[in-house]
């Protein structure tokens, strides 16, 4: 894929700008970027989600840097023109800022990113800045923020109230100064967000946040029917691909146990004369 192909920073602020709305997708592995690459998404985000959705993980906290940086190369292989941003994980930005600036860097230098997601603003927005000033691109994110969930009330919409609401306003305002090149906004409501998506002049990405945004993201195996432990209210499922598989491998073992796979067109021959020669050798 030629670089002049690779959808950049700038591309997002001009799609913001002229009304396009941003694609967004989670992937976790090499042929997931494949597929969300070849369907032509714009950005693909490898979510620390990942805890949940791959590892089975209760929740996301659980992930951590080297297991996130796994993911990130793998996608990374399989997609060159997305423009790729990775979920800092829990406790990966909190510690210190130094650290933070070092584990952002991580995901450039190590797993070929283009950029870094961090939840949550107040301190973050300076932790943030701190991370944009090393020349790491960084990504915003608030509302519902998963990875303080117990904290902040569990898994709940935020700014239900006008004080709330005023105060994601704010936050929203105060990762642009920090020099945020976008933000995600979930679990918001729809007029909410879209005030927030006004107001700045960089791009929104919602999730669960009505369609006032200039983008929108879910999660790979929330589209595609994969996962159905727990299915947000905000989630479109696009395909139930979960029981087609499970569907084609009882298939696979009901054909194993009656014999009917392999067959031969399944099965490597071999030259009857070095046949011959083999089992000459086995009965000497």
Do not use: W
Not at 140 to 148: K, N, S
Not at 155 to 178: I, M, N, P, S
Not at 185 to 211: D, N, Y
Not at 237 to 264: H, M, S, W
């Amino acid at each position: 894929m030629s670089v002049d192909n690779k959808v950049s920073i700038l591309d997002l602020h001009k799609k913001r700008d002229s009304g396009v709305p941003i694609t967004m997708i989670t992937a976790y592995d090499y042929p997931g970027a494949i597929l969300a690459e070849e369907a032509g998404v714009d950005t693909i985000l490898v979510g620390d989600s990942l805890a949940m959705t791959v590892l089975g993980h209760p929740n996301t906290i659980s992930v951590t840097m080297e297991e996130m940086l796994h993911h990130c190369r793998a996608v990374s292989r399989g997609a060159n023109r997305a423009l790729l941003i990775a979920d800092m994980p829990f406790l990966s930005y909190h510690v210190s800022i130094e650290e933070a600036i070092r584990n952002a860097g991580r995901f450039l230098k190590e797993a070929h990113m283009d950029a870094v997601k961090l939840e949550g603003s107040g301190a973050m927005a300076k932790t943030a800045a701190a991370i944009n000033t090393a020349g790491i691109p960084v990504m915003g994110h608030i509302g519902l923020t998963p990875q303080t969930a117990a904290k902040s009330g569990g898994y709940k919409v935020r700014g239900k109230t006008a004080e709330h609401a005023l105060l994601l306003l704010q936050d929203a305002l105060a990762l642009e100064d920090a020099g945020c090149f976008a933000i995600v906004l979930e679990a918001i409501p729809a007029p909410v967000a879209e005030q927030i998506t006004q107001k700045l002049s960089i791009p929104t990405i919602g999730i669960g946040a009505g369609a006032g945004t200039d983008g929108q993201v879910l999660v790979f195996h929330d589209i595609l029917g994969l996962f159905d432990q727990f299915v947000p209210k905000f989630v479109k499922q696009y395909a139930n691909l979960r029981q087609p598989v499970i569907d084609a491998i009882k298939a696979y073992c009901e054909e194993i146990r009656t014999g009917k796979f392999p067959q031969a067109e399944h099965s490597f021959k071999m030259d009857k004369s070095e046949l011959d020669k083999f089992l000459d050798y086995l009965e000497k």
